[in-house]
């Protein structure tokens, strides 16, 4: 670092001058260089969720590297060795469907966009260390991609199968449940429908269990709201697999139900209408049945997941004349396919129930089905609520059993205990655990993804690419149609597609289908650790060195997806003895959306804000603080509500006191004013916690009172030579390094030392922060009338007394009745009188 150049001493903060002066410094030095964390000095990784390069840095990135920026420069001012690298998850459809409008290559447009935000990032002064840098669509991380791919596949955790998959019409490409929202394809918010492939999957379902329970030893660190998605979407239940023998089949289907206790009351059966089980079914009926299931089927295709299991949502079905036999009772039933049972849930399968569930309620009163109650549960007033046949609400809850043979009288759980049991004995049924979670789909039929590493061999089958071909290298894009299809792109490039057997040495063709983006993301921060090595993906020393991630930032959008394959990924390379840790994020912060005038920023409602005009406008520093200072992190910020301009002018006001300080560096500030003193160290006491705590908001506004504060010292008189007044702006310079890391690099430099991102934190006096008197308001009828200085442990019994003998409050009551003292010990005493 270079001392304050003349510059400096100019009586105007000049933001672009100063950003001019310290930017190409940084660049130079590298001060964020994290090195092999072995210098003795105890680590701690802060990692951002790394950015598509679909364009320059918008409003949501300066939100989420401001945040994560005072985390990490605060964990570095504490003396840690502080890792926090950044990269670009540069694979996937929004950098492929830009270079397809563009006519442009993915390669080129995705380099040229992470050059242009790596400039950005520089100029918004984020703490990186640039050594560490990886992008997803290069050969040396995706080959790493294509590694564990392979070590899944020896595991039987990737396979391929046949089934009915989500599919966007847009994209044309398949995707994983989780990217469906809403029924729209999360990219494009196309309606998503089923089509019929032959896809790669990750067994995440085998788990299911630990993903789900350890969860538990995240509750204190995680977001409240991250941990009940998570929970949700995993989705575990308890209850019973229960099987209904067929007429006219031979295998019994299969039922999954979590209330086995209301077997007595299923009527009918429903199967998905799009399931093998229906299809099956339906072989052998009539022409008049076979013509109206094939209809039927078409429609259901085209809806949603979501719209299939709407409770508001029509009740349709296809009578299958088919009819199976209910295993408690004999009672023949009639199976129907429907469109709000699914296929991949359960067996496909449910055993209807109307009088306690609605779906099931509804679908028979459109059918004419019957309804048989064997709950009794009461209502609020103890009797029994109205039959559901005639109220058409059906009875969820745990009523007594009735109409249930030797299940009558029975509570739920006892009667579940007790049908499970005869199942058993039975031969007809078992205890079952049920999961909502899906093995994750990984295939996608995109050029601009990571090549699957399997070779399709007519004599061997799939074979693995062996790992010293790896990695299977994209096909150059020239001369190939990018434009979604339905069919990989890939398939195109034949003399690429055309290979050898790796086992057989005969004639084979690749995979074409590439990987789905979130396996690109789902071990990135390992990577980070080994960005250089070239035979594994990283080095377990260095894991055992620096993970897991202690401070992960990013956004709840993520809240299922990327964070639930991630912790799979974990956990499968825990088992393979490759890290010692089980949990890739020890805790986790999620930002809130930046938006304008109430709407998230968009060219097509006129409220989009540019970044880099911000920056223009009022300087990188006043930007990060306006998104530091404008609320608690996960609140969301509208930008037509925060100043940049007020920033900008608390930033000058910061700034000229590093100018006007007039004591040497090292000067003893013991002899300095007591009182700023005082407040210096309540208030570099106070951000420690605040900064842990997340309370950036609160930091910037207890820097602000510091600031204040030190101004009055030096307009005092001969203040500016006050020990005390260099001691306080020496603090406020590294308070605001986290936030505004120009300014108070300057203001550091004015003062009289280099690298304000590695300054000692400042060292609190604790004599200092013991506070001998507060001042105690005391008001009668709610207007002060005195003032008393009190101990600050005063009980609020004495504080009473002191309060109603103060002698203002003598002469305000002047002999009424006080009718009520309300105490706040130490700080406020309100005496009520008549």
């Not at 010292?713 to 390094?737: F, H, K």
Request: aromatic residues 8%; hydrophobic residues 40%; glycine residues 8%.
């Amino acid at each position: 670092m270079t001392s304050a150049s003349p510059e400096t001493d100019a009586t105007r903060y000049d933001f672009r001058a100063i950003e001019e002066r310290w930017l190409p410094e940084w660049r130079a030095s590298q001060p964020f260089r994290s090195g092999d964390g072995t210098d003795g000095r105890p680590t701690k990784y802060v990692l951002d969720m790394f950015p598509y390069p679909s364009g320059d840095l918008h409003m949501g990135h300066a939100e989420a590297y401001a945040l994560g920026d005072v985390i990490a420069r605060y964990w570095g001012l504490r003396g840690f060795n502080v890792l926090h690298p950044i990269g670009w998850d540069s694979f996937g459809l929004p950098a492929e469907n830009a270079a397809i409008q563009r006519g442009l290559d993915p390669r080129g447009w995705t380099e040229d966009n992470i050059a242009q935000q790596r400039a950005s990032m520089e100029r918004y002064a984020c703490s990186f260390d640039w050594d560490r840098v990886l992008a997803t669509h290069r050969p040396d991380y995706y080959r790493w991609n294509q590694w564990l791919f392979t070590r899944l596949h020896e595991r039987g955790l990737a396979y391929r199968k046949h089934s009915n998959v989500n599919w966007c019409p847009k994209d044309q490409t398949v995707l994983a449940n989780e990217q469906v929202v809403a029924g729209l394809c999360e990219r494009c918010d196309t309606p998503v429908t089923k089509k019929k492939l032959n896809q790669w999957y990750f067994k995440v379902t085998d788990y299911a269990d630990r993903l789900l329970d350890d969860l538990d030893t995240l509750q204190e660190t995680w977001p409240s709201k991250v941990i009940a998605m998570q929970r949700n979407w995993i989705g575990r239940s308890t209850g019973a697999d229960v099987q209904f023998a067929i007429e006219g089949r031979d295998e019994p289907v299969h039922v999954y139900t979590t209330r086995p206790d209301t077997l007595f009351g299923a009527t009918f059966m429903v199967v998905a209408a799009d399931s093998d089980l229906a299809a099956e079914l339906v072989e052998g009926a009539d022409a008049r049945v076979a013509s109206e299931f094939s209809t039927y089927v078409e429609q259901v295709k085209a809806a949603s997941e979501i719209d299939r299991l709407s409770t508001e949502r029509p009740k349709t079905g296809v009578f299958l004349e088919r009819y199976a036999i209910n295993p408690v009772n004999g009672e023949r039933i009639p199976i129907w396919a429907s469109d709000y049972v699914l296929a991949d849930y359960g067996h496909g399968a449910v055993m209807a129930v109307p009088a306690h569930d609605q779906r099931d309620l509804d679908f028979a009163r459109a059918m004419g089905l019957p309804v048989r109650v064997v709950l009794d549960v009461p209502g609020e007033d103890g009797t029994s609520l109205p039959d559901p046949a005639e109220s058409g609400v059906a009875t969820a809850g745990d009523g007594r059993l009735v109409n249930s043979g030797y299940l009558d009288g029975l509570s739920k759980s006892d009667a579940i205990a007790a049908v499970v049991e005869r199942l058993a004995a039975d031969g007809v049924g078992e205890a079952a655990t049920n999961y909502r979670l899906r093995d994750w789909l990984i295939s996608r039929q995109r050029y601009w993804g990571t090549p699957i590493p399997i070779v399709h061999c007519d004599a061997c089958g799939e074979v693995r690419v062996p790992d010293d071909q790896l990695p299977v290298e994209l096909p150059p894009a020239e001369g190939l149609d990018l434009k979604p299809k339905g069919t990989s792109p890939l398939g195109a490039a034949t003399a690429w597609v055309n290979t050898t057997c790796p086992s057989c040495g005969g004639p084979a063709t690749r995979d074409t289908d590439t990987m789905d983006t979130f396996v690109d993301s789902s071990w990135y921060f390992l990577r980070y650790l080994s960005p250089g090595k070239t035979d594994g993906p990283f080095d377990p020393q260095d894991a055992k060195r620096w993970a897991p991630v202690d401070q992960y930032v990013g956004g709840v959008t993520h809240a299922i997806l990327h964070l639930l394959y991630a912790r799979f990924f974990t956990k499968a390379l825990h088992d393979m003895g490759m890290i010692d840790f089980e949990e890739p994020f020890s805790a986790l912060l999620n930002q809130g959306m930046v938006q304008m005038d109430g709407s998230a920023m968009s060219k097509s409602r006129g409220n989009l804000v540019r970044l880099s005009e911000q920056l223009d406008e009022f300087g990188v520093d006043a930007v990060r603080l306006t998104m530091s200072f404008a609320g608690p992190p996960e609140d969301d910020i509208d930008w037509a509500d925060v100043s940049p301009a007020g920033s900008a002018k608390f930033l000058a006001r910061a700034w000229r006191l590093a100018r006007d300080v007039d004591s040497a560096p090292g000067t003893d500030p013991s002899t300095g004013d007591a009182a700023l003193r005082s407040v210096t160290h309540h208030t570099v006491h106070d951000c420690a916690g605040l900064v842990e705590g997340f309370r950036f908001n609160v930091v910037v506004a207890r820097v602000m009172e510091l600031v204040n504060a030190t101004r009055k010292t030096i307009d005092s008189g001969a203040g500016a030579q006050d020990p005390a007044v260099r001691e306080a702006a020496e603090a406020v310079a590294i308070l605001l390094s986290m936030f505004a890391p120009y300014a108070a690099e300057d203001m550091w430099a004015m003062l009289g030392h280099q690298n304000v991102a590695r300054a000692p934190w400042p060292t609190v006096d604790d004599s200092l922060l013991v506070e001998e008197t507060v001042t105690c308001v005391v008001q009668v009828k709610g207007k002060v009338r005195d003032r008393l200085e009190v101990p600050p442990g005063i009980a609020e019994d004495e504080l009473r007394e002191l309060a109603l003998s103060a002698p203002g409050a003598v002469r305000a009551i002047d002999g009424a009745e006080v009718r009520m003292v309300i105490v706040r010990a130490p700080k406020l005493v309100n005496i009520v009188t008549a």
